[in-house]
Nanobody
Framework: QLQASGGGLVQAGGSLGLSCVVSGCAFSTYGMGWFRQAPGKEREFVSTIGLTNGNTAYAPSVKGRFTISRDNAQNTVYLQMNSLKPEDTAVYYC????????????????WGQGTQVTVSS
């Protein structure tokens, strides 16, 4: 199971930190991803991390503003979001897949329930 939290309402230029706690599996052997879905749009890739904090990737729209990390001792993946923009408004989902990071949604077989992030202008 994946449980995402940390969403909320923030003004443009502000920051939010998302967390996703994973249970029921060997977290340290799973690649993790963050995706988001804005109203009326398809779900899109945000960021992914492999088994260590040194293996990460970002969508161009968030690179330099968002940081993904993981704590294997806490079975948790994080997404620190800085310099937020109104276009970052979306429901954010965490996802898990065995071993490898990936930007492809179809590569993931476990998904969290989503957490709403709203950025006001």
């Amino acid at each position: 199971q994946l449980q995402a939290s940390g969403g909320g309402l923030v003004q443009a230029g502000g920051s939010l930190g998302l967390s996703c706690v994973v249970s029921g599996c060997a977290f340290s052997t799973y690649g993790m991803g963050w995706f988001r879905q804005a109203p009326g749009k398809e779900r899109e890739f945000v960021s992914t991390i492999g088994l260590t904090n040194g293996n990460t990737a970002y969508a161009p729209s968030v690179k330099g503003r968002f940081t993904i990390s993981r704590d294997n001792a806490q079975n948790t993946v994080y997404l620190q979001m800085n310099s937020l923009k109104p276009e970052d408004t979306a429901v954010y989902y965490c996802a898990a897949r065995r071993y490898y990071a990936s930007s492809r949604q179809d590569d993931y077989n476990s998904w969290g329930q989503g957490t709403q992030v709203t950025v006001s202008s």
